[in-house]
């Protein structure tokens, strides 16, 4: 490869994050006027478990301005997500062979796929719980009241976290099929990989037992599927 090629290849990778970039500010300067619906969708799942008559708090100044701002520009880099993966298929896809080409197109459009299930997952199924959970064990004498600011952080680590962990077949797919790690080397190490997504997701969820349950456990179900799915060759 000369040093003209580089160069070319370099220029169009510059470009194609350009426009990856520029989409997220687009979505990002749209979704800026509805920052007040963005915020309400996202704050609904404790909103709903919340009792009547308890509301979210702010304890900053700027917190109420600043937050459905945060949570736009988040909201905008998540839908930005699948034109990411778009833009380094297409840069990829003129060096690949047909049947280079036949492997990887699946798998990324997978791993869009298994993105939008985990963050899915976390918002319509685990937050609900969650929340209902810890509100309900709450004692009669504390009003339940959380900040907004921390309940963004926690959201966006909650969602992060389950969009990441729903990549686990993907990855045990790659390892497998690209001769990295044998099929029988995982399943048989399979009580030590068990014990390490517990590990992890003790690390990536909120510090609470349930948080990491239904992280931990998707985590080696998701595994198992990447195993049935593989086979080396």
Same mark, same amino acid.
């Given at each position: 490869?000369?040093?003209?090629?580089?160069?070319?290849? @370099?220029?169009?990778?510059?470009?194609?994050?350009?426009? !990856?970039?520029?989409?997220?500010?687009?979505?990002?300067?749209?979704?800026? $006027?509805?920052?007040?619906?963005?915020?309400?969708?996202?704050?609904?799942?404790?909103?709903?478990?919340? $009792?009547?008559?308890?509301?979210?708090?702010?304890?900053?100044?700027?917190?109420?301005?600043?937050?459905?701002?945060?949570?736009?520009?988040?909201?905008?880099?998540?839908?930005?997500?699948?034109?990411?993966?778009?833009?380094?298929?297409?840069?990829?896809?003129?060096?690949?062979?047909?049947?280079?080409?036949?492997?990887?197109? $699946?798998?990324?459009?997978?791993?869009?796929?298994?993105?939008?299930?985990?963050? /899915?997952?976390?918002? @319509?199924?685990?937050?609900?719980?969650?929340?209902? @959970?810890?509100?309900?064990?709450?004692?009669? /004498?504390?009003? !339940?009241?959380?900040?907004?600011?921390?309940?963004?952080?926690?959201?966006?680590?909650?969602?992060?976290?389950?969009?990441?962990?729903?990549?686990?077949?993907?990855?045990?797919?790659?390892?497998?099929? /690209?001769?990295? !790690?044998?099929?029988?080397?995982?399943?048989?190490?399979? $009580?030590?990989?068990?014990?390490?997504?517990?590990?992890?997701?003790?690390?990536?969820?909120?510090?609470?037992?349930?948080?990491?349950?239904?992280?931990?456990?998707?985590?080696?179900?998701?595994?198992?599927?990447?195993?049935?799915?593989?086979?080396?060759?």
């Amino acid at each position: 490869m000369n040093e003209d090629s580089i160069t070319s290849h @370099f220029v169009e990778l510059r470009t194609r994050l350009l426009r !990856v970039l520029g989409l997220l500010a687009i979505l990002t300067i749209i979704g800026l $006027p509805f920052a007040a619906e963005i915020y309400s969708f996202v704050s609904s799942p404790l909103i709903n478990a919340l $009792p009547a008559g308890s509301t979210m708090i702010a304890t900053e100044v700027s917190t109420p301005f600043m937050v459905p701002i945060k949570l736009t520009i988040f909201v905008a880099i998540l839908l930005t997500i699948p034109y990411m993966f778009y833009q380094i298929w297409i840069f990829m896809a003129p060096g690949l062979f047909e049947n280079e080409k036949q492997f990887i197109a $699946p798998l990324m459009l997978s791993t869009v796929i298994l993105f939008v299930l985990g963050i /899915s997952f976390a918002y @319509f199924i685990v937050a609900p719980i969650i929340f209902s @959970f810890f509100i309900a064990a709450a004692p009669e /004498s504390i009003q !339940v009241m959380t900040d907004i600011n921390q309940y963004f952080g926690f959201f966006i680590k909650l969602i992060f976290a389950f969009g990441i962990s729903f990549e686990i077949p993907v990855a045990t797919f790659l390892l497998i099929n /690209s001769n990295i !790690v044998k099929k029988e080397t995982l399943a048989g190490s399979r $009580p030590y990989i068990i014990v390490m997504f517990f590990i992890l997701a003790m690390f990536l969820t909120p510090p609470d037992i349930f948080s990491q349950l239904f992280l931990a456990i998707p985590m080696w179900l998701l595994f198992e599927i990447g195993l049935l799915l593989s086979k080396n060759k």
